[in-house]
């Protein structure tokens, strides 16, 4: 079994698959052994479109991560971003009884399985709940209600809701690599527990995650997700441009915007060009790189605006914030934070992290940019803390199968057998 302090991550993307194993050592601190990267294949906006090609690549990022880890793993908690998600603000209450009394844990529960009923459509489930203050009679923003004295239990919430069937294809492919899931987590949450400071939870911060097929966000305001989402355009939609415009390959595309992609078109030399191959792959065109990039800042800021009229609709808060957070694959484009803050009117920064101790010095490398792990990093921060008491949210876990059918499992996956 894996120890109680050793912990399993795993970000399944449109790009590539993350692997992390980390363990909590006796000052409490996370320390990351072990890194396990494989590209994503059977992948499409968050949703597998093809089961062997995902479970392959799930085996071999988790098998490179034990092998450098030097232990396996049973289960991971798992990231998951996609237009099948979706958040609102909830509130739920209990009654405690015509006459005052303490509130017991088996009230909180009670609380807790009444937001998680809460009507849904059809072929939905509750992915998180984000606790934000429990209420007692007319006590508002209680963080712990316990062993109080009241009538009647309330608690606000953020719910994060989504369709089941591309939640549970992710969790059988998870499966049939050999592991459990314990929990998901939508990815720009699991990503701002690696990057926010606490005064950014608390005085306002979104949390933008620009990944290769999707672009999800988190807000955060008075240490609260008062809104989230996510949207169908990433790094491959700039790709796509690209290629319709000058007639190039996908490869050729995403080799040119890494090379030569930046939002700061005033630094751009008129004369300067890029090189891409035709789409045939037999030749090379010259192109503008300022023509170039002027098609990405435009993708990309198109994908902010979004960003920012979907936060307007779900959030009055959106004034007290802060700043920008910007993760994922595409915060590496040059001066993406100087366009942020021109839409978002805000002062934005990448998402650097910050007091993770990485053993393997693997997440550092230009390989793998730290700001491209944020999500696995913030699985690793949040499995740490997900069996303390205080731990404000609230989660559906995966359906857990007996010791012995997940020994079998990891067993057969081992050696490769389909099951």
């Known amino acids: 079994?894996?120890?109680?302090?050793?912990?399993?991550?795993?970000?399944?993307?449109?790009?590539?698959?993350?692997?992390?194993?980390?363990?909590?050592?006796?000052?409490?601190?996370?320390?990351?052994?072990?890194?396990?990267?494989?590209?994503?294949?059977?992948?499409?906006?968050?949703?597998?479109?093809?089961?062997?090609?995902?479970?392959?690549?799930?085996?071999?990022?988790?098998?490179?991560?034990?092998?450098?880890?030097?232990?396996?793993?049973?289960?991971?908690?798992?990231?998951?971003?996609?237009?099948?998600?979706?958040?609102?603000?909830?509130?739920?209450?209990?009654?405690?009884?015509?006459?005052?009394?303490?509130?017991?844990?088996?009230?909180?529960?009670?609380?807790?399985?009444?937001?998680?009923?809460?009507?849904?459509?059809?072929?939905?489930?509750?992915?998180?709940?984000?606790?934000?203050?429990?209420?007692?009679?007319?006590?508002?923003?209680?963080?712990?209600?316990?062993?109080?004295?009241?009538?009647?239990?309330?608690?606000?919430?953020?719910?994060?809701?989504?369709?089941?069937?591309?939640?549970?294809?992710?969790?059988?492919?998870?499966?049939?690599?050999?592991?459990?899931?314990?929990?998901?987590?939508?990815?720009?949450?699991?990503?701002?527990?690696?990057?926010?400071?606490?005064?950014?939870?608390?005085?306002?911060?979104?949390v933008i995650d620009i990944g290769f097929g999707n672009t999800s966000y988190a807000a955060f305001a008075g240490d609260r997700l008062v809104a989230a989402g996510c949207f169908p355009i990433g790094g491959n939609k700039v790709n796509d441009d690209l290629v319709h415009r000058f007639h190039t390959t996908a490869a050729g595309a995403e080799k040119a915007k890494r090379q030569a992609g930046t939002m700061l078109l005033g630094e751009i030399d008129a004369e300067e060009t890029v090189q891409l191959p035709t789409i045939d792959g037999r030749g090379h065109h010259i192109a503008s790189r300022l023509d170039m990039n002027k098609i990405i800042r435009l993708r990309m800021l198109e994908t902010f605006e979004l960003v920012a009229a979907d936060l307007l609709r779900q959030s009055s808060e959106d004034s007290t914030a802060t700043g920008v957070v910007l993760v994922g694959g595409g915060s590496h484009l040059e001066g993406i934070a100087a366009l942020a803050e021109e839409v978002f009117v805000k002062r934005c920064r990448l998402g650097e992290m910050e007091g993770v101790a990485d053993t393997t010095q693997l997440l550092a490398n230009s390989e793998l940019p730290s700001r491209s792990s944020a999500a696995a990093v913030g699985l690793l921060a949040y499995a740490s803390r997900a069996r303390l008491p205080a731990m404000p949210t609230v989660h559906v876990r995966a359906g857990r199968a007996s010791m012995l059918s997940r020994m079998v499992r990891k067993l057969l996956a081992k050696k490769g057998v389909d099951r």
């Open 1 to 206: 079994m894996t120890p109680p302090s050793l912990y399993g991550a795993l970000d399944v993307g449109n790009h590539r698959v993350l692997a992390l194993i980390a363990e909590v050592n006796e000052r409490a601190e996370l320390l990351i052994r072990g890194v396990g990267v494989a590209p994503s294949a059977g992948m499409r906006n968050g949703q597998v479109v093809q089961l062997k090609p995902v479970v392959a690549a799930i085996r071999t990022a988790v098998e490179e991560a034990e092998l450098m880890a030097k232990t396996p793993i049973e289960s991971v908690w798992a990231a998951t971003a996609g237009t099948f998600v979706s958040g609102r603000l909830t509130r739920a209450t209990v009654p405690l009884g015509p006459r005052e009394r303490e509130v017991t844990a088996r009230d909180l529960e009670q609380l807790h399985q009444a937001v998680q009923r809460q009507p849904l459509p059809p072929a939905h489930m509750v992915l998180n709940v984000m606790t934000h203050a429990y209420g007692l009679d007319d006590q508002e923003g209680l963080l712990d209600p316990l062993e109080m004295v009241g009538r009647q239990l309330s608690m606000d919430a953020y719910v994060l809701a989504c369709q089941e069937s591309p939640v549970r294809t992710l969790e059988k492919a998870i499966n049939q690599a050999g592991l459990k899931v314990e929990e998901f987590l939508f990815t720009p949450v699991a990503a701002a527990l690696a990057t926010l400071t606490a005064d950014e939870r608390r005085l306002g911060s979104l």
